[in-house]
């Protein structure tokens, strides 16, 4: 442990991510993601690792994606219309198998929307902003700590899966400081390299667990990322049905076969619930309180808070609607998860919904009302 | 300098042949010319990375047996960025179409340019969008026809080099496919520039600017390159008149300016003397 710490969730981030072995960053100015920009311009030219303030999103996403395939662990960062327009050269990043993570510190409203404040309005854009079947990894922090926890989960997971990780954190996240001790080193996870001889790399060839090794650019082992669907050998295979099938099928299924390795939730008083809140981030802070507030009033409720939430946590969940009285969804947008607990839940219990828009975290009394009404 | 067979055997992946290229097309002749510059430069081929953008010009590296990234429509020289700062020992070339850099890639154009990062931008620049079916494009001249503009452009050109001049690259060049040893010439002195290189190369589209400009054969336009050519030193002789409809080829600056990676290196070596004193 390094002695405890005044940190901010933004900073914290930056922290994990760079102990996690970042060390490329490109991005673009927005609030509320500035912070980690700027730690990252001042950081990683210090570390030996490289800063770039790209033209604009596009740009920072693209040089992303080529400071990856040259062999480093990568990393943007932004907020709402930064992410949309990153997701074209995401989508490039989850077909060529190009490892990277992308911070959404999220804002409310569609375009520029409720730039300083908090939501969770792109939960569904983490899956599905860019175009195609495609699988998606994203993980949620709600404190300080967490931002540096999932970072360093971020990165561990976009390397063992070769594909984007999200990390949604919001405003709120972003910007709250608690002390926090972060551990002198964490374990980290480095991409499957080749060790072949160089003549028989074949570069999208996967292994049992449907991940190709992946060479650094300049190495000696040949390939060419390509945005088209391709062969084992990155050769555009467009009009070819049965190479675009098995690409496609075994890009959803390298991630949602093992969705398991990926599920991180926390439960708090989830034994005996009868009324379980399930949110994430910033919501599931004054749900917890809510939760105890119910407790200390005789309400047996309990906290289902998913880290990771794509995939979704469907055992977790299902497990939960096995047996509860009721499920209340609270969410900081107009039910994106809400229809994910639902489908899950499939009837075995009723779902309720809980939602804030308006750009202000939800008081703990609004969701213990929704509790009580409930129980 | 390397005959066919030769430079087939060494650089190419004889099994992804044959091209997806038309008969008469330029793209085949300046990926050769490429590869001929990087062979008499001696670059060894594990060190040379291209980046490819999208359109028929996009295809040049599926063919070339180097590391060979092909990114999103426009975003060639983002791609390239991000590899040559994070190794720099690469040398790297980016290959892009005239709407591919100069339409929907122009931000990252002007930007590498500013910045002096040392790579090679090569625009094929056949005046029309190629690969989605023969569309106006930025270099397509005033009144010029295309599949959207049936009765003629009604839009200015780009004029690529002043742009990429206007932006501050260091080595800006213009060839042709008909001079093609000139062009193997500029592209060997664009990729041994330290900094930003951008060379141009009048190429030829017969398909569709051909046809849609009644001009389809190959040789009609490979005549057209030759005898709309004119130097950079005899262009500077002529009016702003003589010199409408001509191509004017060669190179038009070669300069040292500071580079964006050196100077970026030299700030990561200050800070780690720093922290060791
Ligand atoms: C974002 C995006 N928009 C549009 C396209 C479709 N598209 C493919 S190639 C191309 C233009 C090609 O023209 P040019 O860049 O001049 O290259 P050429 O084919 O002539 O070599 C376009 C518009 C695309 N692939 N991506
Ligand atoms: S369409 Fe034009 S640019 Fe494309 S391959 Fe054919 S001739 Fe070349």
Redesign the pocket.
């Known amino acids: 442990m390094t002695t405890p710490r005044l940190l901010q969730g933004n900073e914290a981030l930056v922290e994990g991510a760079l102990a996690a072995g970042v060390r490329f960053f490109a991005g673009y100015p927005i609030t509320p993601a500035t912070e980690i920009l700027e730690l990252m311009a001042r950081k990683l030219p210090r570390l030996g690792g490289k800063f770039i303030q790209m033209e604009d999103e596009l740009g920072s996403m693209g040089a992303v994606i080529g400071a990856s395939v040259a062999g480093a662990k990568a990393m943007t960062a932004s907020s709402g219309p930064g992410i949309s327009l990153k997701q074209?050269n995401i989508g490039f990043a989850i077909i060529a198998e190009i490892p990277c993570v992308v911070v959404n510190v999220m804002r409310g409203g569609p375009s520029t929307g409720m730039p300083t404040l908090p939501s969770q309005m792109d939960v569904m854009q983490a899956k599905w902003g860019a175009h195609g079947d495609h699988p998606a990894i994203a993980l949620a922090p709600w404190s300080v700590e967490e931002c540096f926890t999932t970072a360093v989960r971020a990165v561990n997971l976009a390397e063992r899966f070769r594909t984007p990780v999200t990390l949604l954190s919001d405003a709120e996240i972003a910007h709250m400081r608690e002390v926090y001790a972060p551990p002198e080193s964490v374990e980290t996870i480095d991409r499957p390299r080749p060790n072949c001889p160089r003549e028989e790399y074949v570069p999208y060839r996967p292994d049992e667990r449907g991940i190709p090794a992946m060479a650094d650019f300049g190495s000696g082992y040949r390939w060419h990322p390509d945005s088209n669907c391709h062969d084992e050998y990155g050769f555009p295979a467009t009009n070819n049905h049965a190479v675009g099938d098995k690409l496609v099928r075994r890009l959803v299924g390298k991630v949602n076969d093992y969705a398991e390795e990926i599920h991180w939730l926390s439960e708090e008083r989830l034994e005996d619930a009868e009324i379980v809140v399930f949110a994430f981030g910033s919501v599931a802070r004054s749900a917890s309180e809510a939760v105890d507030v119910a407790r200390s009033q005789g309400i047996k409720a309990g906290l289902l808070r998913p880290i990771s939430i794509w995939p979704f946590p469907d055992p977790a969940v299902a497990k939960v609607a096995a047996r509860a009285k009721a499920i209340l969804v609270a969410e900081g947008n107009l039910g994106q998860l809400l229809g994910e607990v639902q489908r899950v839940a499939a009837g075995r219990c009723p779902v309720a919904h809980f939602s804030r828009v308006d750009g202000l975290i939800p008081r703990p009394e609004q969701i213990l009302a929704r509790i009580k009404e409930l129980a | 300098m390397l005959s066919t067979a030769q430079m087939l055997e060494k650089y190419y992946l004889v099994d992804k042949l044959p091209n997806i290229w038309c008969a008469g097309c330029g793209?085949g002749a300046i990926a050769a010319a490429l590869v001929r510059a990087v062979d008499e430069l001696g670059i060894d081929k594990n060190s040379l990375t291209q980046v490819n953008?999208?359109?028929?010009?996009?295809r040049v590296g599926a063919y070339q047996d180097f590391d060979v990234i092909k990114g999103?429509?426009?975003r060639a020289l983002a791609f390239a960025t991000g590899i040559k700062l994070f190794k720099p020992e690469l040398t790297v070339v980016a290959i892009?179409?005239?709407?591919?850099?100069?339409?929907?890639g122009g931000n990252h154009f002007i930007h590498a340019a500013r910045r002096n990062i040392d790579l090679t931008a090569l625009v094929?620049?056949?005046r029309?969008?190629?690969?989605?079916g023969g569309?106006s494009?930025p270099t397509t001249p005033f009144g010029d026809r295309a599949s959207t503009a049936l009765t003629g452009s009604v839009e200015r050109p780009f004029d690529l080099c002043q742009l990429a001049i206007g932006a501050g690259a260091t080595y800006v060049a213009r060839g042709t496919v008909y001079h093609i040893k000139q062009l193997q010439r500029l592209l060997k002195n664009a990729i041994a520039h330290k900094g930003f290189s951008f060379v141009e190369v009048v190429s030829q589209?017969p398909i569709y600017y051909g046809r849609y400009n009644d001009e389809a054969s190959p040789a009609a336009m490979l005549r057209w390159q030759k005898e709309s050519a004119v130097s950079v030193t005899a262009a500077q002789g002529l009016s702003p008149e003589e010199l409408q409809g001509k191509i004017v080829i060669g190179e038009f600056v070669a300069k040292d300016e500071p580079e964006f990676v050196s100077e970026y290196q030299a700030l990561i070596d200050r800070y780690g003397q720093e922290a060791a004193e």
């Open positions: 074209e | 793209d953008g999208i359109g028929c010009s996009g999103t429509h426009g892009m179409g005239d709407g591919d850099c100069g339409a929907i094929i620049n056949n029309i969008y190629g690969m989605t569309q494009s589209c």
